[in-house]
């Protein structure tokens, strides 16, 4: 400090004063010209960060837009086409609908899209094609889908720009929404993703809905589920559904609140659909059924639980056509939506009904069938149940269903496993006889 003081100020007497007024005023003078330098360096820095910052959020704003797999004209007319009913004028059944269908690359979705599409309604998909199960699977249903002129548009429901822009481009008569994160077990493992498809999506999607102009009806997919812990059987729609076992099922019977509010504020027509355990060909190879099958046939070990006390655990198997055919006569039953532009004009309807079979299977009984069609014996694990969101058993009284879908299936899981099996087969390349059977 003192050579520093010695070196600014010289200790020659007499010359001091003036030498150091002189000093100062030149140390005042540099020291101003330095602060004024570094303010006008501070201000090029932070005018430097604005313009950084503006545009990295130019960018990801631009880079979203872009790099969307969706959008343009050409996209738009096959939007149009996909949603375009094709019957016949003057058809006994009316015009036709168009319907959007969430998760329509998966199980459920696919069957009910070609169904649509085979009966002459327009039908659009959306799909994530996320990767819980083998996305592959999801891409072939989605081919399967472009041969018979459904197109898939991939996107998640969570997008709700997508979905105003798809609202835009067509008046959808009706939403079928079936994108879900499924599966009961692991909803342990990863419970961010049961938040994130079945409560917020949903929540994205009947926003989407309320602003449409028209308002579509919906038929959505909730779960058997949300009985939980209920032992009164069959399960029937006014028994209790407050004591869910799973997360799974927690966020689905959120969902029967969440379209309830939906259909009070708004005015949407709701319809919630109760699976239970769906099956067949094209199927979701996260479940037993299916999964049972590939270790079967690669000589792998399947896993069987069972209940207290020795007890099998059952489940009310529903076979898919049957689901397809409750979930058309949804369709084809549900009232309108009575708002506009956001706003409620009047009552709407709100359902729910039970899809089942209305026959439990044990698991143990599910797996000889399973045997039987493949014609190969099973090396079983049988273990107790863990705490891991199972329920003991289903059973569905599917009177209501009957009486206001006119709902009857009528595939027994005897039958039902055996197309799956075949399915299978095929799909996976086995041949009968051969070495790899
Ligand atoms: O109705 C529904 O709402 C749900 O149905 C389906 O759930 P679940 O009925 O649990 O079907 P699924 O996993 O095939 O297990 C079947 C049986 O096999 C037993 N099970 C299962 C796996 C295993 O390794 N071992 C075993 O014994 C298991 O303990 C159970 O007893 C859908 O996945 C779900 O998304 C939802 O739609």
Redesign the pocket.
């Known amino acids: 400090m003192r050579v520093l003081e010695d070196d600014l100020f010289p200790s020659t007497p007499g010359k001091v004063k003036i030498e150091r007024a002189g000093a100062m005023n030149r140390q005042l003078h540099r020291c101003f010209a330095s602060t004024s330098t570094m303010f006008l360096w501070a201000l090029f820095l932070v005018a430097m960060t604005a313009s950084y910052l503006s545009f990295q959020s130019f960018v990801d704003t631009s880079s979203k837009y872009f790099a969307a797999s969706w959008g343009g004209l050409y996209w738009e007319r096959q939007i149009r086409a996909s949603a375009a009913p094709r019957r016949p004028p003057g058809s006994a059944t009316g015009a036709g609908m168009s319907v959007l269908v969430t998760g329509a690359a998966g199980f459920v979705g696919t069957h009910c899209s070609l169904a649509l599409r085979k009966r002459g309604d327009g039908v659009v998909g959306i799909d994530n094609f996320n990767s819980y199960y083998d996305p592959s699977l999801k891409k072939a249903r989605r081919s399967l889908l472009a041969s018979h002129g459904v197109f898939v548009v991939e996107g998640d429901i969570n997008d709700g720009r997508l979905l105003a822009k798809l609202f835009d481009v067509v008046p959808f008569t009706h939403v079928l929404h079936l994108a ?1 994160q ?4 692991y909803a342990m493992e990863n419970p961010a993703s049961y938040v994130h498809s079945n409560i917020a999506g949903l929540v994205t999607l009947l926003e989407a809905c309320k602003d449409a102009d028209p308002q579509p009806a919906i038929v959505w ?6 009985y939980g812990l209920n032992d009164k059987v069959p399960f029937s729609e006014r028994d209790r559904t407050d004591q869910p076992a799973s997360l ?2 927690a966020t ?1 019977k959120a969902g029967e609140e969440i379209t309830h509010t939906y259909n009070h504020i708004y005015g949407l027509s709701i319809t919630g659909l ?6 067949g060909p094209w199927g ?1 190879p ?7 099958t590939r270790n079967i046939l690669q000589g792998k070990p ?5 209940g207290k006390n020795h007890v099998d ?6 076979y898919i056509d049957d689901i397809v055919k409750g979930c058309l006569g949804s369709l084809d039953t549900a009232g309108k939506s009575t708002g506009t532009g956001g706003k409620k004009r009047g009552p709407a309807p709100y359902r729910i009904f039970n899809l ?1 079979n209305t026959s439990p299977v044990t ?1 143990p009984n ?1 797996v000889s069938i399973l045997e039987k069609h493949l014609r190969v014996k099973a090396k079983k694990n049988v273990i107790e ?1 863990p705490g ?7 059973h569905a009284n599917i009177s209501l269903a009957r009486q206001q879908l006119g709902y009857k299936p009528t595939t027994n899981l005897d039958v039902g496993l055996k197309k799956f099996v075949k399915w299978y087969l095929s799909y996976y390349g086995y041949t009968r006889g051969s070495k790899n059977l």
Request: charged share 20%; net charge positive.
């Open positions: 879900a499924a599966g009961v077990r997919a909730s779960s058997s589920s949300v799974y099922a689905k109760r699976f239970f355990t769906v099956y979701r996260d479940m037993a059924y299916f999964s049972f399947i896993t069987v639980y069972r655990l059952a489940r009310d198997f529903t089942g698991v599910l149940m891991n969101g199972d329920v003991p058993f289903t």
